[in-house]
């Protein structure tokens, strides 16, 4: 048996190639960190974190606490929406409602827009037709709409995954709907939500096409709703645009990096608690 | 006194079922403002140059009032063809790799790492390629190392972890029963997993390829970074192309009047792509799921 294997060569060409391919995706992954890391840390200089931005030092202060604005206001936003109507459509929505299919393609036609329509109706709404200006404002609420369908759809995995027991206890208890939601389903579904949201805070750090035309590209910090912001990222592009700071950019680049991955991680690490129980 | 409670809590119970309601509505909302701020704002445009002019036309020169977007549709074709030259083989065989092939130890490792891939920001993979990708082009093939080619490369690698979650799903679908019956008829389990496993894995496997598609043609700041951004037809995938996401980017910061109502209704075109790819992956999906 073991020999008629090793004698076939078409499964062997067969491992080999996957075997090659799954080296080459790790090898992706490696050179594009490895390389990111190693020519970004050696950059990192005190003056890199300077409180104020000049064109000299390049400091990502200014987009990190814009960066820091822009997340939590995005998310003030977009977590109430994404929650309560994914409350609505798993525990009020009648089964069959046709309300709930418009909603449910509707959420999925907005996760697959590409951020720069994102940007081009961002620049359109807020900016021409509500005439607000480059702004954190404008921002925040185009990446709202950005990560709604996001928040939507993990809150409501997280509250399908809530044992209908719990419900049914509660209701026979004489506990009204409302009661049932917040004081049984949601706390059992927070882990599955705060990864959602962590997940979320992810996609609005590497956003940086849907911000130009919206919170603009000036190395503010963030002072008012009003104030226009870079992020991280997008002082990424702007710093590696002007092709003058290199080294800079390279340090940039590994701060976002490293903020990324932290987020990504810390994301599943609260979905693999969740899976335990 | 209890009456009254209970009357309250009806109302509570009430106004909190309509909140919920209504933020249900928000993304009902959101897709028909974009919808319509998006169109209402291109109509202008799709008029004074023409639909045809506007969609056909080679000549993208603002200065002379020229507006032909056909240069940036093959642009965001090309570079999306190339990625899928490059990016499916790899992506669909790490996909079996990671189904049906990996020890456990190593899945551990190469799972976190492929979801790691698909976190990195596009900004990022810009800056990559910018630093490594037209370098390492521009001495190994000629030309200023800017092209279709990079693009291609770049978003190969983007759209590698889009399809190995989804392909990887699908082939962890099939019931087992197919990879033993396969085995019983003597087959390696190489040949099963490939011609009896992978098979019945197809509609799954095509719905991530889709979406790995639609990434692709929504893709700008990777690009931009990488593809020269010339708006002409290129003879080569060494030359460099404008593709329609990059097209917005790089003109809308100093665009007015007909120029500017081109740029939207170059989103327009964009938005409509992405819409028939999007309808096309849900009706995958859904037949992968029957």
Redesign the interface.
């Known amino acids: 048996m073991r020999r008629a294997k090793r004698r076939d060569p078409l499964s062997v060409a067969l491992r080999v190639l996957v075997w090659i391919a799954a080296g080459i995706t790790a090898g992706v992954l490696l050179l594009l960190v490895g390389y990111i890391l190693v020519k970004g840390i050696p950059n990192l200089t005190p003056e890199l974190f300077a409180w104020a931005y000049t064109s000299d030092n390049c400091s990502m202060m200014p987009a990190l606490m814009g960066t820091l604005a822009m997340t939590v206001l995005a998310l003030v936003i977009a977590a109430p929406l994404g929650i309560f109507s994914a409350i609505y459509l798993v525990e009020y929505a009648p089964k069959s409602s046709k309300l709930v299919k418009v909603v449910r393609m509707t959420s999925e036609t907005l996760s697959g827009i590409p951020s720069i329509v994102y940007g081009l109706f961002g620049y359109l709404f807020f900016l021409v037709e509500l005439r607000l200006t480059y702004s954190l404002l404008a921002g925040a609420c185009t990446l709202a709409i950005m990560i709604l369908p996001l928040i939507m759809r993990t809150t409501e995995e997280a509250l399908l995954a809530v044992d209908p027991m719990y419900r049914e206890g509660s209701f026979g208890l004489g506990a009204g709907r409302l009661r049932t939601v917040f004081r049984i389903v949601l706390p059992s579904a927070v882990p599955g939500i705060l990864s959602g949201i962590i997940l979320a805070t992810g996609r609005i750090d590497g956003e940086t096409a849907a911000l130009i035309y919206t919170a603009g590209t000036a190395a503010n910090h963030p002072e008012t709703l009003m104030t226009s912001v870079r992020t991280l990222s997008v002082h990424m592009y702007v710093l590696s645009g002007e092709g003058l700071h290199i080294d800079q950019a390279y340090a940039t680049a590994a701060v976002l990096l490293v903020v990324v991955v932290v987020i990504n991680a810390l994301s599943s690490f609260i979905a693999k608690r969740l899976a335990k129980g | 006194m209890k009456e009254h409670n209970l009357r309250a ?1 009806r109302v ?2 009430q106004a ?2 309509g ?3 209504a ?6 909302a ?2 028909a ?2 919808c319509a ?2 169109f209402a ?1 291109s109509i202008p445009a799709f008029v004074e140059i023409g639909p045809l002019n506007f969609l056909l036309g080679t000549e993208w020169r603002p200065g002379n009032d020229l507006y032909g977007i056909f240069p940036m549709i093959m642009g965001s074709i090309y570079v999306t063809a190339g990625a899928l030259a490059l990016g499916v ?6 996909a ?3 189904a049906r ?2 020890p456990p130890k190593l899945y551990r490792l ?1 799972k ?6 698909a ?10 390629g ?3 990708l037209v370098p390492f082009v521009r001495n190994a093939f000629g030309g200023n190392g800017n092209s279709i080619l990079t693009a291609s490369v770049l978003l190969a ?1 983007m759209i ?1 972890p889009t399809i ?1 979650g989804v392909a990887e799903a699908a082939i962890r679908a099939v019931p087992e029963t197919y990879y033993e019956g396969s085995l019983a008829l003597g087959a ?4 099963s ?2 011609f009896a496993v992978f098979p019945a894995a197809k509609s799954g496997v095509m719905a991530g390829v889709i979406l790995g598609v ?1 990434r692709a ?5 990777a690009v931009i ?1 990488v593809a020269g951004n010339q708006p002409r037809l290129p003879d080569s995938i060494l030359e460099g192309v404008r593709t329609l ?1 990059t097209n ?2 790089m003109d ?2 100093y665009a007015i009047g007909l120029h500017r109502e081109a ?2 209704a170059t ?1 327009t075109v ?2 409509v792509f ?2 028939i ?2 309808v096309l ?2 009706l995958t999906k859904r037949r992968s799921e029957r």
């Open positions: 809590a509570r119970e909190m079922h909140l919920f309601l933020a249900a509505c928000a993304s009902v959101a897709v403002l974009i701020f998006l704002n083989p790899v992506a669909l065989l790490t079996i790799f990671l092939f990996c190469l976190p790492a492929v979801n790691l891939l976190g990195i920001p596009s900004v990022v993979y810009g800056f990559f910018l630093v490594v690698m590698l190995v390696t389990h190489e040949r997993v490939f639609g043609v929504g893709e700008t700041m970074m996401t917005i980017v809308m910061s740029l939207i989103g964009l938005f992405i819409m790819i999007n992956f849900s």
